[in-house]
C-alpha cells in the first residue's frame, strides 16, 4: 500500500448571527450549516471530513484543496488553516510554538493572541501564561513585540484540552445559512443590481430560484444564465436553484399596441412583479426580490416604485434600495458577477423620451384596463426552467450568429452610439443606435448581407438573432468592437 495522503485542517467560525440565538434556534441554524458546508466540499470533488466542537468547525481537506470555497458558505465567520496542534501544556505550546513561527517573525514585530474556547476546566492553562511566555521565546528572533499593530501575529486556540496554532484568520461572508429563512424568487435581469440584491439575501439565509423576463432573445438569455450559474455554483451551497425563464415579447407588444409610451417602464415593472408572483405562489415562496434603487431609473422615482408594487399583495424584497451604483459595482466585483453583468446589454427598448416620473396609481391601472393580462398565465405557462447548478452553459452558445470576417459586399452596421461611432467605425458602416435599428431593420433589402456589431457583441447578436428569424442573411460580429477593429488594416 502506498502512503496515506496528506490532509490539512482547517478551522472555521460562527457567524455573530448564528451565536447570538437562543439554543434551539442555534442547533437548527447549525444543523443547516453542516449540510451547505458538505456540499461546499462535495462540490470540490473532495469527500467531506467535517466535525464540530462548541462554535467551531474542524474541516480535513487533501493538503491541495483551495480553501476559499469555505469562505463562501454564508453562517462562517472566518476561517484559518491550522498549521499545528498540540496537547494543551503550557511547556509544549511554547516549544511547538518557537518552531513555528521564530522564522515568520524573524525581522518583524509580533504579538501572540490565544484564545480559550469552551469547557474551561478542559484547558488547564491560561491564554496570559500562553501570550507572556511564547512572546518571551520568540522575542529573540524578532524585531520586537508590538501589541497594537504587529507586523505578524501568532493565533492559537486553545479548546478540549488541545491547542491549535495558525498565523492568519481569512475573513469569510458570514449572514445566516443558506435555507433557515424560507425561500424568495429573485427578478434577475443580468445587470448589477438584480445580482447583488439575490446575493445580499442569500447572505441574509433566503433560498432563491431566479425569474427572468427575456426582452432580448436566446442572446440575452444566453448572458442571464452566466450571470445565474456565477451565483449559483458560488454561493448556493446546499440549495439547487432554478431559473425561470419567461418570454416577455407578448406582453411588449400588448404594452406597445395598447397603452401610452410614457408609462411603459412602469407597466412593464408591474407585468414583471405579477409573473414573479405567479412563481412565487407556485414554489410557496415567501417573497419577491428586486435590483429597484430610489432615483437610479425613472421608474425607481419614489413614487414610481410605490405604484410598480401595488401590482402584487407579495411581499417586495429591495435589499439595494438606497445604494449608489458605485457602492453596487463594486459588490458585483467582490462577488463574481461584475465581468458578466457589464457584457449584458440593456435590451429593452420600451423607453419614452418623457417617461412618467411621479405616476398617479388610477391613471396607471386604467392603462392596464386596455391589455389583456390573460397574457400572464400564458407566458408563466410556457416557461423554460434550467437547473443551475448541473447547467453546462457553454453549450448553450450561439456560433451560428457569429462571423469573425466581413465580407466583400456585407452591408455593416455599427449600433454603437455617436460619440464612439465618431472616434471610430468600420469602414462604410452605417449607424444606427439598437433602438432605431429595431424598427427600422423589417425594411431592410432581404438580398444583402448584414454584420452587426456593438461594444461587446450582445445587442449585435440580439439584433442577428432577429433578423435571422426574418429571414435576413444577418451575422453579429464575435467580440464586439475590438475584436472587429483589429480587421481593419486603417485601425
Known amino acids: 500500500m502506498g502512503d496515506e495522503p496528506h490532509t490539512q485542517l482547517v478551522l472555521l467560525r460562527f457567524s455573530g448571527d448564528i451565536s447570538i440565538k437562543a439554543r434551539a434556534t442555534r442547533h437548527q441554524f447549525v444543523r443547516r450549516l453542516l449540510h451547505n458546508l458538505r456540499d461546499a466540499i462535495a462540490s470540490q470533488g473532495i469527500d467531506p471530513r467535517v466535525r464540530i466542537s462548541h462554535n467551531r468547525i474542524f474541516v480535513e481537506l487533501p493538503e491541495n484543496a483551495v480553501v476559499a470555497p469555505l469562505t463562501r458558505v454564508f453562517g462562517i465567520q472566518s476561517v484559518s488553516r491550522i498549521y499545528e496542534r498540540t496537547a494543551a501544556d503550557l511547556d509544549e505550546i511554547v516549544r511547538t510554538g518557537e518552531g513555528l513561527f521564530k522564522d515568520k517573525v524573524r525581522g518583524k514585530t509580533f504579538a501572540v493572541r490565544a484564545r480559550r474556547v469552551g469547557n474551561r476546566a478542559r484547558v488547564p492553562v491560561s491564554t496570559h501564561d500562553v501570550e507572556c511566555q511564547l512572546g518571551a521565546a520568540l522575542l529573540p528572533h524578532s524585531k520586537g513585540v508590538d501589541l497594537s499593530n ?56 433566503v433560498a432563491i430560484e431566479y425569474v427572468f423576463c427575456n426582452l432580448g432573445g436566446d442572446t440575452h438569455q444566453l448572458g442571464v444564465l452566466r450571470v445565474a450559474k456565477v451565483l449559483a455554483d458560488n454561493w448556493h451551497y446546499g440549495h439547487h ?16 399596441t395598447h397603452t401610452s409610451k410614457r408609462y411603459w417602464q412602469i407597466l412593464l415593472k408591474r407585468m414583471m412583479l405579477r409573473v414573479a408572483e405567479r412563481v412565487a405562489q407556485e414554489r410557496r415562496a415567501a417573497g419577491i426580490i428586486t435590483g429597484d434603487a430610489v432615483g437610479q431609473v425613472s ?7 410605490s405604484v410598480i408594487s401595488r401590482a402584487t399583495s407579495q411581499m417586495i424584497l429591495r435589499p439595494v434600495v ?11 466585483e467582490e462577488i463574481g458577477t461584475f465581468e458578466l453583468s457589464k457584457l449584458v446589454g440593456e435590451y429593452c427598448n420600451l423607453v419614452s423620451k418623457r417617461p412618467a416620473t411621479g405616476a398617479n396609481l388610477e391613471v396607471v391601472e386604467a392603462e392596464e384596463d386596455r391589455m389583456d393580462l390573460s397574457i400572464l398565465d ?15 452553459v457553454d453549450k448553450l452558445d450561439l456560433p451560428e450568429l457569429e462571423i469573425t470576417k466581413v465580407p466583400d459586399d456585407a452591408s455593416v452596421i455599427d449600433l454603437r452610439t455617436r460619440h464612439q461611432f465618431d472616434a471610430w467605425h468600420y469602414p462604410n458602416a452605417l449607424r444606427l443606435d439598437f433602438a432605431h435599428a429595431l424598427q427600422a431593420y423589417p425594411s431592410f433589402d432581404k438580398s444583402k448581407t448584414y454584420i ?8 449585435s447578436a440580439h439584433l442577428a438573432e432577429l433578423m435571422r428569424k426574418a429571414g435576413f442573411d444577418a451575422f453579429h460580429f464575435k467580440g464586439g468592437t475590438r475584436a472587429i477593429r483589429k480587421t481593419d488594416p486603417g485601425a
Open 322 to 332: 438606497g445604494k449608489n451604483k458605485d457602492e453596487i459595482i463594486r459588490m458585483a
Open 452 to 459: 452587426l456589431y456593438c461594444e461587446f457583441g450582445l445587442m
Open 299 to 305: 421608474s425607481q422615482t419614489l413614487q414610481n416604485l
Open 241 to 256: 436553484p432554478q431559473l425561470h425563464a419567461i418570454d416577455f415579447e407578448p406582453l411588449v407588444e400588448e404594452l406597445r
Open 378 to 392: 400564458e407566458v408563466v405557462s410556457k416557461r423554460s426552467i434550467f437547473d443551475l447548478r448541473s447547467l453546462n
Open 150 to 205: 504587529p507586523q505578524f501575529t501568532a493565533h492559537l486556540e486553545l479548546m478540549d484540552g488541545e491547542a491549535y496554532f495558525f498565523p492568519t484568520r481569512t475573513p469569510a461572508y458570514a449572514g445566516l445559512p443558506l435555507g433557515v429563512e424560507g425561500r424568495a424568487v429573485a427578478l434577475l435581469s443580468g445587470g448589477f443590481d438584480s445580482a447583488v440584491a439575490a446575493w445580499q439575501m442569500l447572505r441574509r439565509g
